[in-house]
């Protein structure tokens, strides 16, 4: 028997994220590891816990509504996988800290989502955002 290949675990361990945030952000912790740092730079955010984490995923999904989802690009290698994706969604409350737009706008969100992995695991995510308003 032979070693899963790396780059698909890490392909594998990125769609559970992406997938499963939304749905509960505490099923989603078991795929980072337990040093795990997450940032995003252009709204001054850095989480270094999973509790951090799970707190800053259910402040955000709470305040959003009417979200949906466009993936565009997602490639590995053994130390990294990349996912772009659009994500529209109306802002109902305060939850998106350093956001530039707010309550009521509907917005549409550019991710760039960079991700470390060891052993399979993330072990940091670096987001990148490009934010517009729509509709």
Same mark, same amino acid.
């Given at each position: ?14 769609? !559970?994220?992406?997938?499963? #945030? ?6 989603? &912790?078991? *795929? ?5 740092? +997450? #940032?995003?730079?252009?709204?001054? &955010?850095? =989480?270094?816990?999973?509790? @951090?984490? #799970? /707190?800053?995923?259910?402040?955000? &999904?709470?305040?959003? /509504? ?5 993936? +565009?690009?997602? =490639?590995?290698? @053994?130390?990294?996988?990349?996912? @772009?994706?659009?994500?529209? =969604?109306?802002?109902?409350?305060? %939850? *998106?800290? %350093? !956001? ?7 917005? #549409? +969100?550019? *991710? +760039?989502?960079? =991700?470390?992995?060891?052993?399979? &695991? ?6 990148? @955002?490009?934010?517009?308003?729509? %509709?």
């Amino acid at each position: 028997m032979h070693a899963p290949d790396p780059i698909a675990r890490n392909l594998a361990t990125v769609d !559970a994220h992406i997938q499963g #945030e939304a749905q509960d952000p505490a099923a989603i &912790l078991g *795929l980072y590891t337990d040093d795990v740092v +997450l #940032e995003v730079p252009a709204r001054g &955010l850095r =989480f270094d816990s999973h509790a @951090e984490i #799970e /707190a800053n995923y259910r402040r955000m &999904l709470a305040s959003m /509504a009417e979200v949906e989802i466009t993936p +565009l690009d997602r =490639f590995a290698t @053994e130390e990294r996988v990349v996912d @772009e994706c659009l994500v529209r =969604f109306r802002i109902t409350g305060d %939850g *998106l800290a %350093g !956001a530039p737009y707010g309550r009521g706008d509907r917005v #549409e +969100l550019r *991710l +760039l989502h960079v =991700f470390a992995m060891r052993d399979g &695991l993330i072990a940091r995510e670096t987001v990148y @955002e490009g934010w517009r308003r729509i %509709g």
